[in-house]
């Protein structure tokens, strides 16, 4: 259950790195929020599973409501970006698999791969929206990052993260009508 919730998040950062349209956006933070709120939940922390589903939630309505409503996966001139998901994937599943493993390296998997994921679409994209999903997911992976802590961090990083990934996406973006 916990590889397939790491492999989800991974598929979501991939699709939020592949996407440039609002629906691919959308699909990619939902599941991003879902891999993260499962492993929450196989960790026993439903409370904080419940809130990264509603951070993540709240990101996907707001992408839907708003804007265009195309999906825009798989641009012309998307191969670096198909090769940038393809790439870390593969290194945050050899560091999680093998040089830490034992319990808990989904989490790590999940969190090494959205995080880098994340930072690559905010350094190259060009559209708000794009970046605005990038850093709910940052947000977001950030938040269920925390469940490695040793003693248990609390609901608190869950909830700041929940907040702020559901905030990114309020703030209004106008979308560049090209040159």
């Known amino acids: 259950m916990t590889a397939?919730?790491?492999f989800a998040a991974w598929v979501g950062a991939a699709v939020i790195v592949l996407a440039d349209g609002r629906r691919g956006l959308a699909a990619g933070i939902g599941l991003v929020a879902l891999g993260f709120t499962v492993l929450a939940w196989t960790d026993g922390l439903?409370?904080?599973?419940?809130?990264?589903?509603?951070?993540?939630?709240?990101?996907?309505?707001?992408?839907?409501?708003?804007?265009?409503?195309?999906?825009?996966?798989?641009?012309?001139?998307?191969?670096?970006?198909?090769?940038?998901?393809?790439?870390v994937g593969i290194l945050s599943l050899w560091v999680a698999a093998s040089v830490t493993t034992g319990p808990g390296a989904s989490l790590r998997f999940a969190s090494l791969v959205v995080l880098g994921l994340m930072a690559g679409r905010l350094l190259q994209s060009q559209s708000p929206t794009a970046v605005?999903?990038?850093?709910?997911?940052?947000?977001?992976?950030?938040?269920?990052?925390?469940?490695?802590?040793?003693?248990?961090?609390?609901l608190a990083p869950y909830l700041f993260g929940a907040v702020i990934a559901a905030g990114a996406l309020m703030i209004p973006a106008e979308e560049s009508r090209g040159a």
């Open 46 to 87: 439903w409370p904080a599973g419940a809130i990264l589903l509603a951070g993540g939630a709240v990101c996907v309505f707001e992408l839907v409501r708003t804007g265009p409503q195309e999906w825009g996966l798989m641009p012309p001139a998307s191969t670096p970006r198909l090769i940038l998901a393809v790439v």
């Open 4 to 6: 397939a919730a790491g």
């Open 132 to 154: 605005l999903t990038a850093a709910a997911g940052l947000a977001l992976a950030l938040a269920g990052a925390s469940g490695l802590a040793p003693n248990g961090a609390g």
